[in-house]
């Protein structure tokens, strides 16, 4: 897992980069929560959303937005934090060009930038957002949201309650040709606090009904 420095819109930036063992591998970008709250990307929720990406064999960057660890610039309440992610994406498929298909992860705040970044990159197939703050950020722009994915949020989260996540759901869930799987956790608060096992059973299942890999290529 080697840490690598790549180049974004104010300076260097910070990340942690699994390449797969597969030949021409799908990509994911994993997004971190609110740096304001000291999330970073070892924050548990982005490791375990590394974990079961990384079980698919897909190829993962993590990375930390502008101003945390050792990436340059300073926060930039959002519209900073998307082009970060948009420089990570364009490094990851720099390195990937033939990879079989592009998703991007996120949770909190980095949920909210992941949705984002989905309006304006045609190429991510899919998504997974954890605890998406529809309380407190405007998600609008979903209309229409480009992709299929998943939302997995906790039934005891006093950060983001998940009435107002299932207000998200049920909205995108009336566009045509889009398949939002939302699945709530018992007990869960926004951390998914001793519910981590039960966070990465959605994910993993959710990604072995939606991902699609070719075989693996022979040897030359």
């Known amino acids: 897992m080697p840490d690598v420095i790549f180049n974004g819109s104010e300076g260097r930036l910070e990340g942690r980069y699994t390449p797969s063992k597969r030949t021409n591998a799908p990509i994911a970008l994993l997004l971190h929560p609110d740096p304001l709250g000291g999330g970073t990307m070892f924050n548990k929720i982005v490791h375990?959303?590394?974990?079961?990406?990384?079980?698919?064999?897909?190829?993962?960057?993590?990375?930390?937005?502008?101003?945390?660890?050792?990436?340059?610039g300073i926060h930039d309440r959002g519209e900073g934090e998307l082009s970060d992610a948009a420089s990570a994406l364009d490094w990851m498929q720099a390195l990937n060009p033939n990879a079989e298909a592009c998703w991007v992860g996120g949770f909190s705040f980095g949920a909210w930038i992941g949705m984002q970044l989905l309006m304006r990159r045609p190429e991510i197939d899919g998504f997974i957002t954890i605890a998406p703050p529809?309380?407190?950020?405007?998600?609008?722009?979903?209309?229409?949201?480009?992709s299929s994915g998943l939302i997995?949020?906790?039934?005891k989260d006093d950060t983001v309650p998940h009435e107002s996540v299932q207000k998200l759901v049920n909205k995108l869930s009336q566009q045509k040709d889009i398949k939002i799987d939302y699945r709530v956790v018992p007990g869960a608060n926004h951390f998914f606090t001793l519910h981590n096992d039960q966070?990465?059973?959605?994910?993993?299942d959710y990604l072995t009904k939606s991902v699609k890999l070719a075989p693996p290529q022979a040897a030359d």
């Open 48 to 72: 375990t959303l590394y974990q079961a990406f990384k079980k698919h064999e897909f190829t993962v960057l993590r990375f930390n937005f502008r101003g945390v660890g050792r990436s340059q």
């Open 134 to 146: 529809a309380n407190k950020y405007d998600f609008t722009f979903l209309a229409p949201c480009p």
């Open 152 to 155: 997995v949020q906790g039934d």
């Open 199 to 204: 966070l990465l059973a959605h994910i993993d």
